[in-house]
């Protein structure tokens, strides 16, 4: 068995997982606590099969496994992992007929998603396929994935520090001063953690970019998730417009995903957030 068929191996029986337990427990989220899990483990299966010898991939399989690290804490402290659904799913089942649902939830939220587990991952089999030593085009990558690292976790712990604090003020029968952030990394773009979580994948495809000394097919998985992220955030967004009408003000001047300088306001402005 070569690597890309011990990837797809473990790639189906997790998908093979995430489905069944999605029609036992009524869940949908199952891929969703795996997201941070199975690419850590594939770009290891890409190293082990170079016999843990070829240093660039050694260097992939570390910023990937930090990457996992942070994310999986993150996603552990938001109660991820005791069984509670994301809210997006809720919403598209009360949209959609029960049969139509599951056929979403087999092909998209399971297999699709799965699959793009695998193609953000697929960079480091251009690696193992192109070994060429270390150099300074290395060096720049990883540390341009540190600091998107570094950018997603102060990002992430911006939102934390602010639900805290707004569910604070909700249980003492306090009305929250902003509904939604629009501070700190959110005042430069809607979504900073979200750019700043693909940003790192592009990264690890800049590494198969190098290897290969050419643009590799395997950088189709940075371009997928980059779309999916786009789609997220529209739907994402629709139901934030929809919970507070005062977001409509932010959007309009603050970038969706790029940190960008936020356009002047035109009329006063509301507290808000995400």
Known sequence: MNALAAVAAVAIIVSAFCWVASLVTKDTSWVDRLWSIAPVAYVWVFAGFAGFTDVRLIVMAVLVTLWGARLTFNFARKGGY????????????????????????????????????????LPAFTVLENPRTLGVPDAVVAIL???????????????????????????????????????????????PNFFFEQAQWWMIAAFGIIA???I??????????????????????????SKYPEYSDYRSRTSMII?????????????ADG
């Not at 049969?99 to 799965?114: A, E, R, S, T």
């Not at 940190?259 to 507290?271: C, G, I, L, S």
């Open 82 to 121: 005791s069984g509670v659904e994301d809210y997006r799913w809720a919403v598209l089942r009360a949209r959609m007929s029960p049969p139509v649902f599951q056929v979403f939830n087999l092909f998209f939220i399971v297999i699709y998603q799965n699959l793009m587990l695998v193609l953000i991952t």
């Open 145 to 191: 994935f540190l600091l998107f690292l570094w950018g997603e976790t102060v990002a992430d712990q911006q939102q934390w520090n602010f639900h805290r604090m707004k569910a604070a003020a909700v249980s003492r029968g306090e009305q929250p001063a902003q509904r939604f952030l629009t501070t700190g990394l959110f005042r430069f773009s809607r979504h």
């Open 212 to 214: 290969a000394g050419t």
């Open 216 to 241: 590799p097919w395997t950088v189709i998985g940075a371009v997928l998730l980059t779309l999916l992220f786009i789609g997220s955030t529209i739907f994402t967004e629709s139901i934030t417009r």
């Open 259 to 271: 940190p960008w300088f936020p356009r002047r306001e035109t009329r006063a402005e509301v507290p």
